[in-house]
């Protein structure tokens, strides 16, 4: 027997051949073949032509590794060539801190695994495990962690930690060099605004929760209705919802008092869509009789468990006490989530998920405390300086000799140079900020503007991500028909006059025809089965269009009830008298209304509609009546929907169908114009449909139904065997029309992103909506340029496929990225690194399909991968956790509530208000604090330099009182660090000079000296000047001034008012400030900056 070669051994296989030779080759040679044929297969078939196990090569460098290198994820490849002692040393221990961490956390409190359930109707007590409460909780802290908390987020960074430790010190008689209320009085103030601010805040969000979580539901009882609490709700339990009432808890829509058997629900807090949604409920209980016959039956839900997918539901409702039982497959039509917006009739529904395990729930992430990135720097540099500190003070216990004990003068020398750190640096800043803020709010070019985070304003022009929701942000979602093309005729804004004749009188021939004929549906009939003999004319052809356009769409005209009318709406019917002004249409899409608003005004009008028929009035007010035979959705892979209907006037079947270009290009009949057309109103940012008809003989249809449902009744292959049934009606179907609906853009909107673009801001697109509808805004916002190509990505559900895709993107140069949710998470779990760094390369990308998380996971993504700062605006409760997430995020008020603008940090009106937000505010807040800290470190500077001086003379230490100070960073932060020593030495080695017989009043003379030079240069750096600038220069003049008669122990007023005094002491100050006033001049004409080359 030939043993396999070691190259073709699989890897698993080799302990097995080690052990042979301890046992015959007889007894395990069966085993060992078919060890090695099972575990090879599966290799053969991962390793196959799809590069199924192969990473993506993001360069031909790649190709170059080892064999061994395609059997790795990216991210594992990169974790190898981290390892060693640099990786431990730069990321290696906190990854090992955070593993043993979370290992700990997860072995003290361990997360429940979710399971499917079983839930009876209305017998909570017969659930086999223990659900979480139905009670909401946003609140960060409670009683107990809530100091704890705060200090604890607080002291985490250096630079609070330093000013701790400083302060702490002052207790020590040995260490204390100067008054406590000095070092404490600042740190304490921070603290206060801190924990006062987030105990507003903690207190808001308890009574948000509060407000929730006490809401009143009815609760179906064996004994009638009961009021309970939303908390209070549990799985199991029969609710019913009133219109206009928040849904509170996942349920499984049973029963509703809309005669159709269906109601409408609102889910922009869940998905973002303004559009309402049709639910239907479960049959079997709908056809009850009453609502206590629920509990005269023996039923239960089977669930799946819990899960974040909102689009997607797998579930069967099963009646036990009918014979034979009913079984009923249930999908996301039948289920009614949380946080939705019950918006006709009146539901009833049992309770499947509570709380934490809901789909809004799960789709939320729990806020961070954000801090800015200046504070990251600043605390960055606080390390170092804390450093260089500590350098100077070993520097000047050496030059003591070590004497005494030294370890004591260390750490007073430490103290001692501790203004270089100033204790009062963060009362500055957030002094600062909180004028920043106020300046936002108050600003008249931007009014409603309200900042909710003062702590983060100067993040606002750091960004280099802006990541934009669609719906309510970029649109109004307000959709207005714009054309209709026909082929050889074009209808604009303009000529809808001419479309609105042609119906008139299209329709009064025909009813003429009816009328003399006495016969109303034999001319009607022979009219149209003599049309496609003969050319048609444009009177019929554009008839025909509309026709199609009012009778192929998921459109339910809706009408308010009047008052008086019983709230069971089987009389209602009777007073609604189908009035124009009585009614609206609700749809899952607003495209679809768009499109039946637009018939109803050149004369065809849907007047009602239920899931087995609809009626239309002509312009002559006659109504006709449409059976639907069988209506089939639109998904996002078959990318159109259609309709078979029979006229009930004539019995005459007719399958309609409407899609995007690219899925019906294929299906209708051979013509000539239908592909550029299309290409010339995308141009235009219009939304294209084509519209397409085919009719269908009595025997035609039966056929087709007998097939169409054996393949819904099939258990294995259904949705391919559906969409195989169906396909096969979708043959030389004759073209109709091409529509173009214009999707409103908010005021602004294009040149606010082109501003954005020019700044340098890369801005993603993220939505819930359809990949073509996200397309169409992206071009019609020109957040893609007209010059720029877009690549699609095509949808892919595995690795192979991600990798193909992606190495056919990487070979795009300067194109936008339109990917859908479900293929970004197959490439983010697979290609992660690879992907992000193709997708920042891309001047705009567009993410549509999104969930909630998974708009949160890519902000993420991209804080990780690019370290830069990123910005979230939306105006939606599904926007909610990107706004967290992101370093800035801003919410928009608007149709679909606050929850976004309470959420975010910066809330606005409309969009085109981001513009003066990020490039004047946010650009000034920035420049603002970062010359502020500067100045402040420059201050501390000084003084540390002076005491270095006084020391180096053997001048007993003195020990000024002067305010803390701290560095921002800017461009000029390594020119200012060298001003600040120069300045101090020039005043120290200044007054040594000029005052040597007079250096006993140090003190005035270096304080004096120091207050003008602070004046000085912030008088020579100031750009631009405001009254209220001059104001504060001669009011910080004069609070020095009259401090001179409260500290006499320390100045001597004499002596400080003398001539010689004073001219020494300015001749001081112009020394230490013209060379650098010089200097600065000198660079900016021989350097200047990018926006004095721009003016000029």
Not at 27 to 38: I, T, Y
Not at 538 to 545: K, L, N
Not at 574 to 599: C, I
Not at 804 to 824: M, T
Request: charged share 20%.
């Amino acid at each position: 027997m030939d043993v396999p070669t070691p190259d073709l051994v699989c890897p698993d296989t080799t302990w097995a051949m080690g052990r042979v030779s301890s046992y015959g080759w007889g007894v395990w040679e069966s085993r060992l073949h078919a060890l090695f044929a099972v575990q090879c297969r599966y290799q053969l078939e991962d390793e196959s032509a799809h590069l199924d196990e192969m990473p993506l090569m993001m360069s031909e460098e790649g190709f170059e590794n080892e064999e061994s290198d395609y059997h790795t994820l990216p991210r594992a490849r990169i974790m190898q060539r981290k390892r060693g002692l640099e990786w431990f040393v730069c990321d290696g221990w906190k990854f090992l801190c955070t593993s043993c961490c979370g290992w700990l956390i997860n072995i003290c409190r361990r997360k429940k695994e979710l399971k499917a359930r079983t839930v009876w109707l209305g017998c909570p007590e017969k659930c086999e495990e223990k659900h979480p409460r139905n009670s909401i909780k946003n609140q960060k802290y409670n009683v107990f962690t809530f100091i704890p908390g705060v200090l604890y987020e607080q002291f985490k960074f250096f630079l609070n930690l330093y000013f701790l430790v400083i302060s702490c010190s002052q207790f020590v008689p040995a260490l204390k060099i100067g008054y406590l209320y000095t070092y404490w009085a600042p740190l304490g103030f921070v603290l206060a605004v801190t924990m006062t601010r987030e105990a507003i805040d903690e207190f808001r969000r308890f009574q948000r929760d509060k407000e929730v979580n006490s809401q009143l539901y009815s609760k179906l009882t064996v004994r009638g209705k009961v009021q309970v609490k939303s908390s209070d709700i549990q799985v199991g339990d029969l609710i019913i919802v009133e219109k206009n009432q928040r849904i509170p808890s996942d349920m499984v829509f049973l029963r509703t008092s809309e005669k159709a058997g269906s109601c409408f629900i609102r889910t922009d807090q869940l998905d973002g869509e303004t559009d309402w949604k049709l639910k239907v409920a479960v049959s079997c209980t709908q056809q009850l009789p009453a609502l206590g016959d629920l509990f005269s039956i023996s039923a239960y839900v089977y669930a799946q468990k819990p899960q974040m997918d909102i689009h997607s539901f797998e579930g069967t409702f099963t009646r036990e006490d009918s014979d034979p039982p009913i079984h009923e497959s249930l999908s996301i039509e039948n289920t009614l989530w949380a946080s939705t917006i019950v918006a006709s009739g009146t539901v009833i529904g049992v309770v499947i998920y509570t709380g934490k395990e809901t789909r809004s729930v799960m789709n939320t992430s729990n806020p961070k405390n954000k801090v800015g990135l200046l504070d990251l720097e600043l605390n960055r540099l606080t390390k170092a300086l804390f450093l260089a500190l500590v350098a100077l003070s070993i520097v000047m216990v050496t030059l003591q000799g070590f004497v005494g004990p030294w370890y004591r003068n260390l750490f007073r020398f430490l103290l001692l140079f501790s203004y270089i750190i100033p204790i009062s640096l963060r009362v500055n800043l957030d002094m600062g900020k909180a004028v920043y803020g106020w300046m936002m709010m108050k600003d008249e070019n931007i009014p409603g503007t309200v900042v909710r985070t003062s702590t983060i304003p100067e993040e606002l022009g750091r960004l280099v991500y802006l990541l934009t929701d669609k719906t309510g942000t970029l649109t109004q979602n307000e959709m207005i028909f714009k054309r209709l093309h026909l082929g050889t005729v074009s209808y604009g804004a303009d000529t809808m006059d001419e479309i609105q004749s042609h119906v008139r009188d299209s329709y009064s021939q025909m009813q003429s025809q009816a009328g003399g004929n006495n016969t109303g549906s034999t001319p009607l009939r022979k009219a149209q089965s003599s049309a496609p003999k003969v050319r048609k004319s444009v009177s019929s052809r554009i008839h025909e269009a509309v026709k199609a356009i009012v009778l192929c769409h998921n459109v339910t005209p809706v009408y308010e009830s009047r008052a008086g009318v019983t709230e069971e709406t089987e009389f209602a019917e009777a007073d609604q008298d189908f009035s124009d002004e009585n009614r609206t249409y609700q749809a899952s899409s607003p495209d679809e209304v768009a499109l039946v608003q637009w018939t109803e005004s050149v004369g065809l009008t849907l007047v009602s509609r239920d899931l087995t028929s609809m009626q239309l009035k002509t312009p002559s007010g006659q109504v006709l009546s449409f059976c639907i035979l069988q209506l089939f959705p639109f998904t996002s892979e078959s990318k159109r929907m259609g309709v078979i209907v029979r006229d009930e006037s004539t019995a005459e079947i007719t399958f309609y169908m409407k899609g995007a270009d690219v899925a019906m290009s294929p299906i209708v009949q051979y013509n000539d114009w239908l592909e550029e057309e299309c290409g010339n109103m995308a141009r235009e940012g219009l939304r294209t449909l084509v519209v397409a008809k085919k009719a269908l003989t009595e025997e035609q249809y039966q056929d087709f139904e007998s097939r169409y449902t054996q393949a819904k009744l099939s258990m294995h292959d259904r949705s391919l065997k559906v969409a195989a049934v169906v396909e096969s009606l979708e043959r030389e179907m004759e073209l109709l029309c091409l529509t173009g609906v214009e999707d409103q853009l908010q005021a602004d909107v294009r040149p606010t992103l082109e501003m954005l673009r020019n700044a340098g801001i890369k801005i993603w697109m993220l939505t819930g909506d359809k990949l073509e509808t996200a397309t169409c805004i992206a071009k019609s916002s020109h957040l893609v340029s007209r010059t720029q190509d877009i690549h699609i990505f095509r949808q892919v559900t595995s690795r192979g496929e991600a990798h193909l895709e992606l190495n056919a993107f990487r070979r795009k140069h300067d194109c936008a990225l339109v990917i859908s949710g479900d293929s970004l998470e197959v490439c983010l779990k697979y290609y992660e690194h690879e992907f992000v760094e193709l997708a920042c390369q891309c001047p705009a990308v567009v993410c549509c399909r999104c969930s909630p998380t998974q708009k949160a996971r890519i902000v993420t993504l991209l804080q990780q991968h690019t370290g830069r700062r990123t910005c979230a605006i939306g105006d939606g409760g599904n926007d909610v956790s990107m706004i967290q997430a992101a370093d800035c995020g801003i919410g928009i008020e608007g149709k679909e509530g606050k929850q976004a603008s309470l959420a975010a940090d910066f809330s606005i009106t409309q969009f085109r208000h981001i513009g003066r937000l990020l490039m004047v505010h946010g650009r000034n807040s920035y420049k603002r604090s970062a010359a502020l800290g500067q100045f402040v470190m420059h201050r501390g500077l000084i003084i540390s330099t002076m005491q270095v001086c006084h020391h180096i003379h053997h001048v007993p230490s003195v020990l000024l009182s002067a305010g803390p100070g701290r560095e921002a960073r800017d461009g000029d932060a390594l020119p200012g660090a060298v001003q600040g020593p120069h300045q101090g030495g020039i005043l120290m080695y200044g007054a040594l000079v000029l005052f040597e017989s007079e250096f006993v009043h140090v003190v005035a003379i270096s304080f004096t000296a120091l207050i003008l030079t602070e004046l000085l240069m912030v008088a020579l750096t100031v750009r631009t000047w405001h009254w209220l600038m001059v104001v504060a220069e001669f009011l910080s003049l004069g609070c020095y001034v009259s401090s001179l008669a409260f500290l006499n122990e320390y100045f001597d007023v004499a002596f400080i008012t003398t001539v010689t005094f004073l001219w020494k002491v300015s001749a001081i100050t112009v020394v230490s400030c013209l060379p650098l006033y010089v200097l600065k001049y000198l660079r900016r004409k021989l350097s200047p900056p990018s926006y004095c080359k721009l003016a000029s």
